[in-house]
């Protein structure tokens, strides 16, 4: 009920391209969905969240699409470019004072080639 | 300024010694965590903390043991380290407890164990 799925576990995409990573949860409780970024040597940073009240936010050139009846979330990034090369985490939580710590994905290490 | 600092970067020592990692953050967030990201990027959370007080205490040896003098502080010390015990441990915080609250992660500390 915890886990929350996430894949691939790396992706390879020419500049330009688009990635796109899924990510599939099991607790009907979770309300929160954030990407993270993750570059070598560095923490973690919050991308871009999604509730289950929307189908789809958009920041930029990130996407998130949720599918609250499959429980299933993906991250779309238009026009990867080389700086986009990082590991990204897909989490699930749910929010407030009686909430949930934050459960991530095992993370999807993204390589941009020019 | 640093919003999440940890101290040391890095930490090398030998079975059986007994270790600290120091976390501090300038954000004046009520929250703060501590996270263990092993060799393949997994990242688990080990303890958080809500206005001093232990409100998260995961399955993690009783070797590991969190202290938070002051809301703006959690330490990590870490007794008769293990080999199992090497990965990269990252403090995070956020302004309040929940998972749909933004968490600002440190750069990590990297502990090695000979």
């Known amino acids: 009920q915890q886990q929350v799925k996430q894949s691939p576990q790396s992706l390879i995409v020419q500049k330009g391209g688009i990635s796109i990573i899924n990510c599939a949860y099991e607790?009907?409780?979770?309300?929160?969905f954030p990407w993270y970024q993750q570059f070598p040597g560095k923490g973690p940073a919050l991308l871009i969240a999604?509730?289950?009240?929307?189908s789809e936010k958009k920041e930029g050139r990130f996407t998130i699409s949720f599918n609250k009846s499959a429980k299933q979330f993906s991250l779309h990034i238009m026009d990867s470019q080389p700086g986009d090369s990082a590991t990204y985490f897909c989490?699930?939580?749910?929010?407030?004072?009686?909430?949930?710590?934050?459960?991530f994905g095992k993370g999807t290490t993204l390589s941009v080639s020019s | 300024d640093t919003a999440v600092s940890q101290t040391p970067k890095y930490l090398v020592t030998q079975m059986g010694n007994d270790k600290s990692i120091k976390c501090e953050q300038n954000?004046?967030?009520?929250?703060m965590y501590w996270y263990k990201q092993d060799s393949k990027k997994f990242l688990k959370i080990m303890f958080s903390?809500?206005?001093?007080?232990?409100?998260i205490n995961e399955t993690v040896p009783n070797r590991f043991s969190p202290k938070s003098p002051d809301k703006a502080h959690l330490n990590l010390h870490i007794n008769s380290l293990e080999l199992g015990d090497s990965a990269v441990y990252f403090c995070a915080s956020s302004q309040e407890w929940g998972a749909n609250q933004p968490q600002h992660f440190g750069d990590g500390t990297r502990l090695s164990i000979l």
């Open positions: 989490a699930a939580g749910s929010g407030g004072q009686a909430g949930t710590a934050l459960i």
């Open positions: 607790n009907t409780a979770f309300d929160y």
């Open positions: 999604i509730r289950p009240d929307v």
């Open positions: 954000l004046g967030h009520d929250t």
């Open positions: 903390y809500n206005n001093k007080e232990l409100i």
